[in-house]
C-alpha cells in the first residue's frame, strides 16, 4: 500500500473502467479506524452506502427494486476508492443542482471517517453531451480578442473596493488603454458606494472610444453575482445596447452562486455572452487536504455548465499557491498515473480544461492572484509544456497598479512582456539562463524601461 498511498490512476486509466464506463464513478480518498487495507475497504463501503442509497444501519425496507440505486467499488488504490454510482441517480432534471448530494453529499460528515477528500469525477459520454459546455470556448474568446498570438492580459481594478464609479472607471480606461481586459473583482457588484450601471456605463464608454481609437480588442468582465444573475444579466445587455457596445463578458462567482447558477446563465439564448467564472471561496473546500473537494471536479462541473474563461491558478506563480514543478507526467496527454499531491496542480487543471471531452468546447483557464510582469515568461513555459501554447488568460491587480510609474505603464509592462515571449528567437531558447538574458536584454533596450522597472522591483522580480 505505501507506493500507492503516493499516487493517483486517473478513472479513466483503471483497469476496471471499461466494464463501468456508463456509471458516474468518484475517486475518494478516506482515512478510516487504522487504515489498514481491510479498514479502507470497510471506509469505502460506509461511504459507498451513504453517497448513494444506505445509511449507518442495516434497515428493514430495503426492496428488489431499491437495489437499482446502490453504489460499489470499482477501484482501491491505498487510500483512495474509486466509487461506482448508477448514472440514473443523478436527476438530469435537476441539473447540477441534484448531482452534488449524489456524489459530495453526506459522506463528508460521517463521523467515522476520519478524512473524505473528494478528488475526481467520470461521467459517461452521453451525461456529458447533455450539456451545453461553453458558448464560445477558448477559440471564441480569441476570436472576440481578435485572434491575437499571445497570452490575453488583465487586470482586476484596484483597490478592489471603495472607489466611486467614475475613479473605478479611469483605472479600467488605463488599463485598456495597453491590456486586453479588465474585470471587476469578485466582491464587487453593486454596491452603493459603485452602482453598477454607473460603472458600467463609465467604463464602456471610456472602453469604446479606446477600441475606436486604437481599432484592439478589449473585454470587460462585469460581475452579475447578485440574487436574481439572470434579471442583472438582462439589465446588463439592455444598458449596453443603449450605449451601442458589446465587449462584455458576464462574470459570476461560480463557487460563490453554484454550478447550476452557470448552467441557466448559459441556457439563455438572448444572452450569448461569454459566461467568465472566478472562484472566490473554493479554497475552503479544495486547500484542505484531510475533507475537502479537489478544484478538479469543480473545474469540470464548471465546464460542462459552460464557463468560457475559469480561475484554474499560476503555475504557481503568484500568491495564491506554492511554487509548482511541472511534472513529467503532465507533459504527456492522457498519462496513466499521476503524484497524488499534484492532483490540483495548475497544469492538470488546465488539461482537463481544454482536453478534448465528449462534444464540450475547452474552457479557457485565467491565471490571477499575485501575478506581475516578470511572473508571465514563466506560465508560458508552463502552458506551453501541457500543449496549450500562448492559449491562456493572465491578471494582475497588484502586479500592474503596483508599478513605480503607475497603472497604465504597469499595464504596458505586463503586455509587452506577453508579446516578448512570443518571438520565435525567445520561443526556441531551451534553458533557463539563456531565457533570463534575453528578457534582461529586452529590459534595457531603449522605450523598455518601463519593463525593466517591473523585473527590478523587489517583490516581483523576473521568472522563466
Ligand atoms: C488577484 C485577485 C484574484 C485572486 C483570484 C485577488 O489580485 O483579484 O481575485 O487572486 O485567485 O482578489 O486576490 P492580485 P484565484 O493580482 O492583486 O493578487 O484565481 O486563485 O481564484
Ligand atoms: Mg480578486
Not at 12 to 27: P, T, V, Y
Not at 63 to 91: L, R
Not at 156 to 171: D, F, Y
Not at 384 to 407: L, V, Y
Request: charged share 25%; glycine share 10%; aromatic share 10%.
Amino acid at each position: 500500500m505505501n507506493e500507492e498511498k503516493h499516487t493517483y490512476i486517473p478513472i479513466e486509466k483503471l483497469e476496471e473502467f471499461k466494464e463501468n464506463k456508463d456509471s458516474i464513478i468518484i475517486a475518494v480518498q478516506i482515512s478510516f479506524k487504522n487504515d489498514t487495507e481491510e479498514d479502507i475497504h470497510e471506509g469505502l463501503i460506509e461511504l459507498t452506502k451513504e453517497t448513494t442509497s444506505g445509511t449507518w444501519v442495516e434497515i428493514s425496507t430495503v426492496t428488489e427494486g431499491s437495489t437499482q440505486a446502490d453504489g460499489w467499488i470499482v477501484h482501491e488504490h491505498g487510500k483512495i476508492g474509486y466509487i461506482g454510482i448508477p448514472a440514473h441517480n443523478w436527476d438530469l432534471s435537476g441539473g447540477f443542482n441534484n448531482l452534488p448530494a449524489n456524489i459530495m453529499g453526506n459522506y463528508f460528515g460521517l463521523g467515522t471517517l476520519k478524512q473524505a477528500r473528494f478528488l475526481d469525477v467520470y461521467f459517461p459520454p452521453d451525461i456529458v453531451n447533455k450539456f451545453p459546455g461553453p458558448r464560445f470556448g477558448v477559440d471564441g474568446i480569441y476570436k472576440k480578442m481578435g485572434d491575437m498570438k499571445r497570452m490575453i492580459t488583465g487586470s482586476i481594478v484596484k483597490p478592489k473596493m471603495g472607489l466611486n464609479p467614475i475613479e473605478w472607471a479611469t483605472v479600467a480606461e488605463n488599463v485598456f488603454k495597453e491590456a486586453d481586459l479588465v474585470k471587476d473583482d469578485e466582491n464587487l457588484c453593486n454596491q452603493v458606494f459603485c452602482p453598477w450601471r454607473e460603472r458600467f456605463t463609465e467604463t464602456m464608454t471610456r472602453q469604446q472610444a479606446i477600441i475606436e481609437e486604437t481599432g484592439e480588442p478589449k473585454m470587460y468582465a462585469h460581475n452579475i453575482t447578485t440574487i436574481d444573475i439572470l434579471q442583472r444579466a438582462r439589465d446588463v445587455k439592455a444598458l449596453a445596447e443603449e450605449l451601442g457596445t458589446h465587449h462584455y463578458s458576464m462574470m459570476v462567482d461560480g463557487i460563490i452562486s453554484g454550478v447550476n447558477s452557470v448552467h441557466r446563465l448559459r441556457m439563455q439564448d438572448d444572452l450569448p455572452f461569454p459566461i467568465y467564472i472566478h472562484r472566490a471561496m473554493h479554497a475552503a473546500m479544495t486547500r484542505s487536504r484531510d475533507f475537502g473537494i479537489n478544484f478538479l471536479v469543480f473545474a469540470k462541473l464548471f465546464r460542462m455548465a459552460g464557463a468560457d474563461y475559469l480561475h484554474t491558478g499560476t503555475y504557481g506563480s503568484g500568491k495564491m499557491g506554492e511554487a509548482e514543478s511541472l511534472h513529467p507526467a503532465f507533459e504527456e496527454d492522457d498519462p496513466e498515473i499521476i503524484p497524488l499531491e499534484l492532483l490540483d496542480d495548475t497544469a492538470y487543471l488546465n488539461r482537463a480544461l481544454t482536453k478534448s471531452w465528449g462534444d464540450l468546447k475547452p474552457t479557457l483557464p485565467m491565471a490571477s492572484g499575485g501575478l506581475f510582469p516578470g511572473a508571465l515568461p514563466r506560465i508560458r513555459r508552463f502552458n506551453g509544456a501541457i500543449g496549450n501554447a500562448f492559449q491562456i488568460g493572465c491578471n494582475a491587480g497588484g502586479g500592474i497598479h503596483g508599478h513605480p510609474r503607475g497603472t497604465r505603464v504597469g499595464a504596458k509592462a505586463f503586455k509587452d512582456v506577453a508579446v516578448a515571449v512570443e518571438t520565435s528567437e525567445y520561443q526556441s531558447l531551451e534553458d533557463e539562463t539563456a531565457r533570463r538574458v534575453y528578457l534582461n536584454d529586452f529590459a534595457s533596450m531603449d522605450g523598455n524601461e518601463h519593463v525593466k522597472q517591473a523585473f527590478d522591483k523587489v517583490e516581483w522580480g523576473l521568472l522563466v
